[in-house]
Nanobody, 128 residues
Framework: QVQLVESGGGLVQAGGSLRLSCAAS????????MGWFRQAPGKEREFVAA????????YYADSVKGRFTISRDNAKNTVWLQMNNLKPEDTAVYYC?????????????????????WGQGTQVTVSS
């Protein structure tokens, strides 16, 4: 079972940048897809970005395309979310997620139910 711990959240002005990290425990990290989701107050959790087990394919919500970049280093058991040109509407708790049921999965990732393990979340607040 992979355990996930997010870090890197904080308060930033609009137009600024943050880099979120998700450190994973366990020996299966290099074979599983990873994702980032976010949840703003009063809203449902929404997909932000995902990456296949080998980093070969990435997926983004339309709202973050061109501004956010997901990446991973399987040797470090870590996945990152680089967030640039942040907007007040990006304010949310950001969650890291892993797809532990499907190792070496080569399909697409866009849904919360594609993932079965979640971190505790890290708050990102963007001021205008």
């Amino acid at each position: 079972q992979v355990q996930l711990v997010e870090s890197g959240g904080g308060l930033v002005q609009a137009g600024g940048s943050l880099r979120l990290s998700c450190a994973a425990s366990g020996r299966t990290f290099s074979s599983i897809g990873m994702g980032w989701f976010r949840q703003a107050p009063g809203k449902e959790r929404e997909f932000v970005a995902a990456i296949r087990w080998n980093g070969g394919n990435t997926y983004y919500a339309d709202s973050v395309k061109g501004r956010f970049t997901i990446s991973r280093d399987n040797a470090k058991n870590t996945v990152w979310l680089q967030m640039n040109n942040l907007k007040p509407e990006d304010t949310a708790v950001y969650y890291c997620a892993s797809d532990q049921r499907r190792r070496y999965y080569s399909g697409t990732y866009y849904r919360a139910n594609d993932f079965d393990s979640w971190g505790q979340g890290t708050q990102v607040t963007v001021s205008s």
